[in-house]
């Protein structure tokens, strides 16, 4: 079946830092990709999507870019704040139909001051 | 507001109750789904409904767990004879047009 694996936290970053959390994936087809946040005490909010291969989805100054030859869709920031401390979830689903997202486990990102 | 809602946000309950977590979608999304999040893990999935049916309820992980969505908008999902191992987040999501899913903030479950 499809499935996520995301690089293991936790990640800590000094403030201003350059951010890469590392997300592949395995499905059929052509499914569309998801980051996710979930901040201390708050629900998942969809952070950027790519639907098709070679799409970059972008929020917030997160970015990431849809690779088909190499499976991936792997979340960058070029300068990371404290605010940006949370738990970060990469996610797939089939665009056929209505079929469940599929999850990686997360990654926490801590930035300090 | 227009996101997707739950109630109750926390539930403390004994071992053996009974438990209902209730899912208000955004209004005009037929795809609903419930997940579980346990702490440290990402969300599992456990069922999905398209309009009033469950399309796929394979996640489901036994039979103590129920969900029904009659009039194809709330949805509910029951959980009985309540253990330990079902305290998690108990999250529910809808979807748009753009495949786009959506969640709600989640129901705190505590079994003790």
């Known amino acids: 079946g499809d499935s996520v694996t995301q690089m293991e936290g936790p990640v800590t970053l000094s403030e201003e830092a350059f951010l890469t959390i590392n997300c592949t994936y395995t499905?059929?087809?052509?499914?569309?990709l998801f980051w996710y946040v979930q901040y201390p005490g708050e629900g998942l909010q969809l952070l950027l999507k790519?639907?098709?291969?070679?799409d970059k989805g972008s929020n917030k100054g997160f970015e990431a870019t849809y690779r088909k030859e190499t499976t991936s869709f792997h979340l960058e920031k070029g300068s990371v704040q404290v605010s940006d401390s949370a738990v970060y979830f990469c996610?797939?689903?089939?665009?056929?139909?209505?079929?469940?997202?599929?999850f990686g486990k997360g990654t926490r990102l801590s930035v300090i001051a | 507001g227009a996101g997707v809602s739950q109630t109750p946000s926390n539930k403390v309950t004994e071992k053996g109750k009974y438990v209902e977590l209730r899912c208000d979608p955004i209004?005009?999304?037929?795809?609903l789904y419930w997940y579980r999040q346990s702490l440290g893990q990402g969300p599992e999935f456990l069922i999905y409904?398209?309009?009033?049916?469950?399309?796929?309820d394979s996640g489901l992980p036994n039979d103590r767990f129920f969900a029904v969505r009659p009039e194809g908008s709330v949805s509910t999902l029951k959980i009985q004879r309540t253990e330990r191992g079902d305290s998690a987040v108990y999250l529910c999501?809808?979807?748009?047009?753009?495949?786009?899913?959506?969640f709600g903030e989640g129901s705190w479950l505590t079994v003790v």
């Open positions: 999501a809808s979807k748009d047009s753009g495949n786009t899913i959506y």
């Open positions: 499905a059929t087809g052509y499914p569309s």
């Open positions: 790519a639907t098709k291969a070679d």
């Open positions: 996610a797939l689903n089939q665009n056929s139909g209505n079929t469940p997202l599929v």
């Open positions: 209004s005009g999304h037929t795809a």
């Open positions: 409904f398209q309009g009033t049916g469950a399309a796929d």
